[in-house]
């Protein structure tokens, strides 16, 4: 009888078992919306560049750099005295593995990245595909969305949300996985390797948190307010995970406040909840409403608001995730306070990646 129970038992870890989706496309530089971009070797290794046609090396060290840019709506490849026009243009070791390359948008950004890359033309842009491996996109995501002073503990939940997301989030851009941008995650450059985001991704490698044995994306934000939302109670569609509201001790007691003046037609568009505060934020910047957390009245012809918190307020909470890990709390606890009936599970590489698509979820905005 009892080997019969074990059998049924491993029956079901495998059958409920998961495969990590081992590489994540993610389009980088979205925001700057790139006519002519950069690629430059790093200091160790060659990076091979591919066309339809013609190869060509940036040899590691070396000054020289490939200058990828839009004509015409088409783009031309710029080395070595050579230049092409090309449907895409394909970056990676010689080996045709992961390659460390600088990428630049003149004059404005350099990133570091590790993966390979495709740049296509489209729409007038230069877009540059990076695909790197799971945990070297969870380390970035973690390093760029944390603050610097967060304890590790808080890391931890961190990267476990990134992860989850990175793997049930997708189907929201039609020529990758993700973007760099709080539409998905913000991404920087990965972090070095004992950099406190690294060592959290580390410790934390395979685990995420699964709704009904499912892993799901999980949303967070900068500040609660005092209790997080419901997508319902912020006018958003449901998806996979039924979020629930629940008190932050921290942002009760010590609330992050603000205060705006908008126009009486822009704040009317805030009846609507978060669509609505998005709709303003467009508009007017990323932070002319902060949160959903606010009393208003008119005040001659304009209407002031008076809030707490930042962000839609839905799942984690960070400022309250920062606050519990100081006081001693585990990632699990973090975890098992701001997503109730969660379980976490430890998911293994597999043939195939698992894969997930998400529903209507918001815009990740601060």
């Not at 840019?69 to 394909?90: M, Q, Y």
Request: hydrophobic share 40%.
């Amino acid at each position: 009888m009892l080997a019969r129970v074990a059998l049924l038992l491993f029956l079901t870890l495998v059958c409920n078992s998961q495969a990590i989706a081992q590489e994540v496309r993610i389009g980088v530089f979205g925001l700057f919306h790139p006519r002519q971009l950069t690629l430059q070797a790093s200091r160790k290794e060659a990076v091979v560049l591919q066309t339809a046609n013609q190869t060509f090396v940036l040899e590691p060290g070396s000054p020289a750099a490939a200058t990828l840019r839009i004509s015409d709506d088409a783009l031309l490849l710029d080395f070595d005295g050579h230049v092409l026009r090309t449907p895409e243009i394909r970056a990676a070791a010689r080996n045709g593995a992961a390659v460390s390359f600088l990428l630049t948008v003149p004059g404005r950004i350099s990133r570091a990245y590790h993966g390979t890359l495709v740049a296509k033309a489209s729409r007038g842009e230069v877009v540059p595909i990076i695909t790197m491996d799971l945990e070297t996109a969870v380390a970035s995501a973690v390093a760029a969305e944390s603050d610097s002073d967060a304890p590790l503990e808080a890391l931890k939940t961190q990267a476990v949300v990134a992860r989850s997301y990175f793997l049930a989030g997708g189907g929201r851009h039609r020529d990758f996985d993700f973007c760099d941008l709080t539409h998905c995650q913000f991404l920087r450059e990965p972090p070095p390797q004992e950099s406190p985001a690294a060592v959290a991704t580390r410790e934390t490698r395979g685990l995420v948190l699964t709704f009904e044995q499912k892993p799901f994306a999980p949303m967070f934000s900068r500040s609660c307010g005092g209790h997080t939302h419901t997508p319902a109670s912020v006018g958003l569609p449901g998806g996979r995970y039924p979020y629930f509201s629940v008190s932050c001790e921290f942002c009760h007691k010590s609330p992050y406040r603000w205060t705006r003046k908008l126009s009486s037609q822009d704040a009317a568009l805030l009846a609507t909840g978060e669509p609505g505060r998005l709709a303003v934020d467009r508009r007017l910047g990323w932070n002319a409403v902060p949160s959903n957390n606010f009393t208003s009245h008119q005040e001659g012809e304009q209407v002031l608001l008076e809030g707490v918190g930042q962000g839609h307020g839905i799942g984690l909470c960070q400022r309250g995730a920062k606050a519990m890990a100081e006081k001693g709390g585990s990632f699990q606890q973090i975890l098992n306070h701001y997503f109730p009936n969660t379980a976490l599970i430890q998911l293994h590489p597999g043939i195939a990646p698992a894969r997930f698509r998400s529903i209507d979820l918001p815009e990740r905005r601060m």
